[in-house]
């Protein structure tokens, strides 16, 4: 059930718990002259989750009408969400077998060290998790993962087949449960390198509505937005992951200093870049970066890292990589690739 909690004496749990509501509505009105706004969250009553938040704006002399489209829309996403959430809750009381969760925490912290026997580790972890526990979701988000990456930095298949090979992983893992934001955000991720950009944010778009907390999501999602020109947009994304996950892993850095980037804010990049603890996915850009700030020594010693790192790095590959090739922060980026030494 779901209750309107008036008050904001109480908090969401001491609702439910007085109520035996498992879900909680809350919700304010403010004005402003002749304007309204009206404000609405629904919440997970033992958890205080936020579910859904919506606002709605009208004007005093509508009142009486306005209230009524108000409370229609709301009884209507109400209904729409806590079905919603009910659906999801009793798909998630369905525990992965245990083996196979382990073996995709260990392939998700390996997947993000970025190389190429690490990133083939994963994925052999991922295949023996599906072998173990075949509709597990996560299963196919790690296994999407690895393919794209390993398009990206050019360790295998750079034929469109590896990306369409990742997608069609992460269609199975939406199918598997289509109440995982992890699902739709892998989605995104691989249509975001398959040059879709309106697939692709509309993808992450439907895993913000799943989970909006999701700091994962969300530091992903910026990189399509910079990738569209939106990258002030994108950098208060990163700012809102980094508060929701202060703990948050080095590539949230890398996406931040990719925005940062994108506006010209080469100094901006490299102190953020140099704040990560393993700076392997960060070089080619703190190479680019000292060398448009005119920082050569720095420039070179970067480029260097990129070689040992990535022995078969190509600057014609990494024109090839980025979603919008013929964006004018690509050239500077390859630009700035080519003066630090990098070929």
């Given at each position: ?99 196979a969760y382990g ?37 196919y988000v790690g ?107 080095d590539w949230y ?91």
């Open positions: 059930s779901a209750f309107l909690c008036r008050s904001l004496t109480h908090s969401p749990d001491e609702v439910g718990q007085v109520l035996g509501a498992r879900y909680v509505a809350t919700g304010s009105v403010r004005r402003s002259g002749t304007r309204l706004r009206v404000t609405a969250q629904l919440l997970e009553a033992d958890s205080g989750r936020m579910l859904w938040s919506d606002r709605y704006d009208g004007v005093l002399g509508d009142v009486f009408d306005f209230q009524d489209e108000v409370a229609d829309m709301m009884a209507a996403r109400l209904a729409s969400h806590v079905n919603a959430a009910e659906r999801r809750r009793i798909i998630s009381s369905r525990a992965p077998e245990v083996a073996l995709v925490l260990r392939g998700q912290d390996l997947t993000l060290r970025y190389r190429q026997e690490t990133n083939s580790h994963a994925r052999r972890l991922f295949e023996e998790a599906a072998g173990l526990d075949p509709i597990y979701a996560r299963v296994m999407s993962r690895t393919y794209s990456e390993s398009w990206r930095h050019g360790w295998e298949d750079q034929s469109e087949s590896g990306l369409a090979h990742a997608a069609n992983l992460a269609m199975k893992a939406v199918e598997q449960d289509d109440l995982d934001a992890r699902g739709f955000a892998e989605l995104g991720y691989v249509r975001f390198f398959q040059k879709q950009h309106q697939q692709a944010l509309g993808a992450y778009k439907r895993a913000t509505e799943l989970n909006p907390n999701d700091a994962d999501v969300l530091a992903e999602m910026s990189d399509v937005l910079s990738s569209i020109g939106e990258a002030a947009s994108a950098v208060d994304l990163m700012k809102r992951a980094i508060r929701l996950n202060p703990c948050h892993p850095l890398c996406n931040y200093a990719d925005a940062l980037f994108v506006l010209g804010e080469y100094s901006e990049v490299v102190a953020t870049l140099l704040k990560m603890r393993d700076l392997t996915a960060g070089h080619r850009l703190l190479a680019a970066s000292y060398a448009l700030l005119g920082e050569s020594a720095h420039a070179h010693i970067h480029a260097q890292a990129v070689r040992t790192a990535y022995p078969n790095f190509s600057l014609q590959h990494w024109r090839q990589v980025p979603p919008d090739p013929d964006s004018p922060w690509l050239e500077k980026y390859l630009e700035g690739l080519s003066l630090a030494g990098l070929d």
